[in-house]
């Protein structure tokens, strides 16, 4: 099976750029997305097609991928960018989701 | 922008079926073909695609559940379906339903808000 993985945490400064990668064979030659998951909340696509943001999410967020490496760039991090966040692809005939990546902004 | 909502039963049984429904709704008009998903996220966990169905009929269901699963989705009423048997405390999770408004298979671009399913006698 197809494995996408993802660091379990990563911590960033306010003001700082966070980065969060997402590694899987090929993964260059696959689209990738990224979703933000708050407490309580319902997953936030904000990024697509690896690195195309969806209408309302901020510039901050940027997303590039190759090899087999896909990275989310949080820029200027703000305290309300703290959440999880998940990538996924599409392989083989279904979709895949990297474990989870805590992003806190301390 | 599109509206999600999930509906079911709270608590299921063991061994029992689950069965959960997803109804969009939406302000504007416009095309009812979309590409339809189910993903959950079990207590302390990530998130786990259970199947996806495009409006035509076309269903892809992740291997692990595949011989569990059954979808359903009704274009013209805007509703999508998931059925999910044999299930066991480990299905406990919350459920979403997502869809993607393009009919593309591999991203979601709107989820609803989950529905929470314990499996527990």
């Known amino acids: 099976s197809y494995d996408l993985t993802q660091p379990s945490s990563v911590s960033v400064s306010p003001g700082q750029t966070a980065s969060i990668t997402c590694s899987g064979e090929g993964l260059g030659g696959k689209y990738v997305s990224w979703y933000q998951l708050k407490p309580g909340q319902s997953p936030l696509l904000v990024i697509f097609e690896d690195n195309k943001r969806p209408s309302g999410i901020p510039e901050r967020f940027s997303g590039s991928n190759s090899g087999n490496t896909a990275t989310l760039t949080i820029s200027g991090t703000q305290a309300l960018d703290e959440a999880d966040f998940y990538c996924q692809a599409w392989d083989n005939g279904g979709a895949i989701f990297g474990g989870r990546t805590k992003l806190t902004v301390l | 922008q599109p509206r999600l909502q999930e509906s079911g039963p709270g608590r299921v049984q063991p061994s029992e079926t689950l069965s959960l429904s997803c109804s969009l709704s939406?302000?504007?008009?416009?095309?009812?073909?979309?590409?339809w998903g189910w993903i959950r996220q079990a207590p302390g966990k990530g998130l786990e695609w259970i199947g996806s169905?495009?409006?035509?009929?076309?269903?892809f269901y992740n291997p692990s559940l595949q011989s569990r699963i059954s979808m359903s989705v009704d274009t013209a009423e805007n509703h999508c379906s998931l059925r999910l048997s044999s299930v066991t405390a480990a299905d406990t999770a919350v459920y979403y339903c997502?869809?993607?408004?393009?009919?593309?298979?591999?991203?979601?671009?709107?989820w609803g808000q989950g529905a929470l399913v314990t499996v527990s006698s």
């Open positions: 939406r302000d504007s008009t416009g095309s009812n073909s979309f590409f």
């Open positions: 169905m495009s409006s035509s009929g076309r269903t």
């Open positions: 997502a869809i993607n408004t393009l009919l593309l298979k591999y991203y979601f671009d709107y």
